[in-house]
């Protein structure tokens, strides 16, 4: 028999359905007050799915554990969420993985961390990543493992090659991990390791661009990391960031950070990469790795002048991109997604559409289908990627591209070409990350209109919808203590929250083509995203793989 084939659903009839997936990126449910944006918001269409509680709308979890993060401490992030809403189950995450190869020591044991340490004996070992504890891209402790691991294992000089964070942890955070670094260097260094910080910037503006939305970013973490060249040259990462701060206190903030290198006392940059040495980009997440990776990785490249492309050996945290086996070697594997719900859908002849704005894209297509990146099928399926707003902060055009994706989606359910229409709106999440709360507003405005669009749309054609988020982000804007108050910072504002939350979710299902009788089961209390594929297939009158997460409905009798 054909392992790929989908049962028929006992109850529920395949009768070609229409349905439209839609993911709202960073949304959130939390107690209603002026900080909570989507609260604040007009947002009419979600408000009257919500009326639908609980048998058509409930929450469940995008956190922690049910997406396959360390703890419940761990907030939700879009690569462990789409992954989960995708696969229909729960993997051990990015994250996780690192814990245990850290803890066990078999990192330093592994083929990736054995390919680099040839080069210790004669090169540098340069170490490139996100320099917080946020947990989304990368983890300080990992790195702090990393640094003693590689001393202990004969690394004799090591750069440290920071992007200050200030999106998944609060702003200006960056200044107490340059601080507790700069000890950790000096230890080494008073160990005879010689080790120091080298270049940095900010993760936005330097080197963590995704899905080639600017090449520029990367580039200029190119200049700074390699060449040793950037705008702005200082003695110490610390003095970088109070003077640049200092400079032009509007503009600057950790996550935009210009570039800069550090140089000594002669101007001389203290750790450009040279042929012969050793570079690890600690980030164990993919997105914001890849096109860095392929600058790292590719002998062929023409996205930007590299000037010199130096010998090396590279290793990634993780292997970011397992189709394009990118890079070749890492340090940690990454969690074998498999027989996701995208592919079971193109081998039961369901005909897939998806889209979104190019800086989500790839989370409803690559983290979606298990960090695969291209189409399973080209008959079946198609991808539209509506471009972005380049070299933006998104709180100056919160509306984003979110109608343009709204019109596409709503399009193609019109079409009668699709099966299955699946976006992702970005708006409550990118505009969150930035923490101007009224922008934030207006961005939940323009995804809750959008999701109108689609509704009407499927109202049209009398198919079903499941409206549904990868984690939280704009319900909750302010940093809060243990009861939930808001906490002020020395000057007495409320601080800011930019990243996401531990907050659940909702998740709705409706639509004229579902059957008055399907409801939301009520014992699965603890349901997560996770339970979205199975719910997909059943909606589309399949029963789900026997080891996917449940379903989330469920058809009452009568
Ligand atoms: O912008 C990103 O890279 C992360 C936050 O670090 O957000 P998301 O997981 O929503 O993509
Ligand atoms: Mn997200
Ligand atoms: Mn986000």
Not at 257 to 264: A, H, L, M, Q, S
Not at 512 to 530: M, Y
């Amino acid at each position: 028999m054909d392992s790929w084939k989908l049962l028929p659903h006992p109850k529920i009839e395949k009768k070609g359905q229409r349905l439209a997936v839609v993911v709202l990126d960073g949304w959130g449910e939390h107690s209603p007050d002026q900080f909570n944006a989507i609260h604040v918001a007009a947002t009419p269409t979600m408000d009257s799915l919500k009326q639908g509680a609980p048998d058509r709308w409930r929450l469940i979890k995008a956190h922690g554990p049910a997406v396959g993060l360390p703890t419940e401490d761990d907030m939700g992030n879009s690569e462990v969420g789409h992954n989960a809403l995708g696969a229909g189950r729960i993997y051990e995450q990015g994250a996780k993985l690192v814990d245990s190869a850290i803890a066990s020591g078999k990192i330093f044991q592994g083929e990736g961390f054995k390919y680099i340490k040839e080069a210790f004996p004669n090169g540098t070992l340069h170490l490139i990543g996100l320099l917080s504890d946020g947990g989304v891209h990368s983890r300080f402790d990992q790195l702090q493992g990393l640094l003693r691991g590689s001393a202990a294992n004969g690394a004799k000089k090591i750069r440290v090659h920071i992007l200050t964070d200030g999106r998944d942890v609060l702003d200006g955070s960056s200044v107490g991990f340059v601080e507790q670094l700069e000890k950790d260097l000096q230890d080494l260094r008073n160990q005879g390791v010689d080790a120091l910080i080298a270049s940095g910037g900010g993760r936005m503006y330097v080197t963590m661009d995704r899905y080639e939305n600017d090449w520029n970013v990367v580039k200029r973490g190119w200049d700074a990391q390699v060449l040793g060249e950037a705008p702005n040259r200082f003695r110490s990462a610390l003095e970088a960031l109070h003077k640049l701060k200092a400079e032009n206190p509007k503009k600057v903030n950790d996550q935009y950070y210009p570039p800069f290198v550090i140089v000594d006392e002669s101007g001389k940059a203290v750790g450009p990469i040279r042929d012969g040495d050793a570079v690890v980009t600690f980030n164990f997440r993919a997105d914001r790795m890849i096109m860095a990776a392929k600058a790292f990785e590719y002998e062929d490249f023409n996205k930007f002048d590299r000037v010199r492309f130096p010998r090396i050996r590279y290793a990634g945290m993780l292997q970011y991109d397992g189709e394009l086996k990118l890079p070749k070697h890492y340090l940690v594997s990454p969690p074998q997604i498999e027989r996701t719900s995208g592919e079971y859908f193109v081998h039961n002849g369901i005909r897939t559409f998806a889209c979104s704005e190019t800086v989500k894209f790839g989370h409803v297509t690559f983290f979606w289908n298990g960090n695969r990146s291209g189409l399973f099928s080209e008959a079946l399926e198609e991808y539209i990627e509506i471009p972005s707003d380049q070299g933006i902060s998104f709180n100056q055009k919160p509306r984003m591209k979110a109608k343009e994706i709204g019109e596409k989606a709503r399009d193609a359910i019109l079409s009668g070409k699709f099966d299955v229409v699946r976006v992702n709106l970005p708006n409550g999440d990118m505009v969150g990350h930035t923490g101007d709360i009224k922008a934030t507003i207006t961005a939940c405005e323009a995804a809750d209109s959008a999701v109108k669009m689609i509704l009407n749309a499927v109202q049209q054609v009398g198919g079903i919808y499941i409206v549904t988020a990868d984690h939280g982000n704009a319900e909750d804007m302010v940093k809060r203590s243990k009861t939930g108050e808001p906490i002020n910072d020395a000057n007495g504002n409320v601080q800011i929250l930019t990243s996401h939350t531990c907050w659940p979710v909702p998740v709705a299902v409706g639509g004229p083509g579902l059957a008055k009788t399907i409801r939301f089961r009520k014992d699965l209390p603890g349901a997560g995203i996770a339970n979205v594929a199975a719910t997909t297939m059943n909606l589309l009158g399949f029963e789900a793989p026997e080891d996917y997460e449940p379903s989330l409905i469920e058809v009452a009798d009568g």
